[in-house]
């Protein structure tokens, strides 16, 4: 079964997502530029929300992405009881955890090469961040700490990373947003996820017009006249296409087979998707705007379908039509379309700022009530 989210948002003046020079993201489509919001951005606004809060952090069901393993395992080991002694030898090698594949002698040179500061680092942190659920970190501490004691002090510090972890239990993580978004590290300490949610780059339904705001700071206390500071920051103001696609049988397995946490989880992502924002530059513009349509289908099919080819051609105001009311209108006319060319049997539900209407679609009267549809429409077991 897929569950697919559509979302149409306009924003006002903004810069939610910077790329490396600090202007909003963007991309071409359809011979134009677009505004762009990317999905990693979109995948941590909502994992971070307090709709996942919520729903989910009292139970243990939600992960942290972190480069400070090792402090989280010299944590696990002094409620264990483990001695100084052993703690500082496992603790020492915790930072190789996510290179197994790179012999130790040639580790242990980069470090030395790269100076004090990365040294003192490489105590305390791996080489790549790792996606964890804190109920991880018992087992991984108490299977460190038996390999430890099984070979010895001299042993310890003559075996390759990869011989202690692969002797470390396994298992997925029981967590909501790993499950969701997956997880992949070059670690057997961890087992990869393969992700049952896919969450596509925003594009904006019209073509961008990029702008600057050129601002100047004032020292309060010097008492000089003119500008202590100048600036200046890119911004734009697009309506954007979001959408997000959910493999059930997938998030299910991922879960453990625990089917009630999967219904749980996919009615939070409906509203989370809806309600959570990227925070990028939101102090400066405070473009904390919700969207004019969330519409979610339900298919037995695992066929996911994007409906961003109904912007190819970018949407444009005409007469009292906003550039909302135009892209509700594409977006119905190309939906109508591919159902027809593919025959697409999902079953439809949506909510609108508006009275808009979407083929074959049940219009709700508010986010609650498409919760409640969607609610109706998924599996017991």
Known sequence: MLIQIHILQ?????????DDSGSP????????????????CLK????????????????????????????????????????DEELQAIVRRAPEIGRESTKRKTQEAEDENQGTPAEAEAETATKQLIFLNPRELRPLAEGLLARY?????????????KEITRALPGGL???????????????????DVQAAVQVAHALSTNALTQEFDYYTAVDDISGESGAGMIG??????????????VHWEQLVHNLGGDVDVARRAVLALVEAAATAQPTGKQNSFAAHNLPDL??????????????????????????????????????????????????????????????????????????ADLRGWLDAHLPEA
């Open 10 to 18: 306009n924003y006002a003046p903004a810069n939610l997502n910077r």
């Open 25 to 40: 993201k963007d991309a071409m489509f359809g011979g134009k530029q677009r505004g762009r919001i990317s999905s990693q």
């Open 44 to 83: 941590r606004s909502i994992r971070r929300s307090a709709t996942f809060d919520e729903a989910f952090a009292a139970d243990g069901l939600l992960g942290v992405r972190t480069r400070g393993l090792p402090g989280l395992i010299q944590s696990e080991l002094e409620a264990l009881g483990a001695s």
């Open 149 to 161: 004691r099984e070979a010895g002090a001299k042993g310890w510090d003559k075996l390759e990373i």
């Open 173 to 191: 993580p029981r967590s909501v947003d790993i499950a969701m978004f997956g997880r992949m590290t070059t670690s057997e300490a961890f087992e």
């Open 232 to 245: 200046d920051v890119e911004y734009n103001s697009s309506t954007y296409y979001k959408y997000l696609s």
């Open 294 to 367: 969330v519409l979610v289908e339900v298919s037995a099919r695992n066929l996911a379908v994007s409906y961003a080819n109904a912007f190819l051609k970018p949407a444009r105001p005409v007469g009292d039509q906003t550039v909302m009311d135009i892209s509700v209108k594409q977006l119905g006319d190309y939906m109508a379309r591919l159902a027809a060319t593919y025959n697409l049997n999902a079953v439809r539900g949506f909510v609108a700022t508006q009275e808009y209407a979407l083929p074959d679609a049940e219009a709700l009267p508010s986010l």
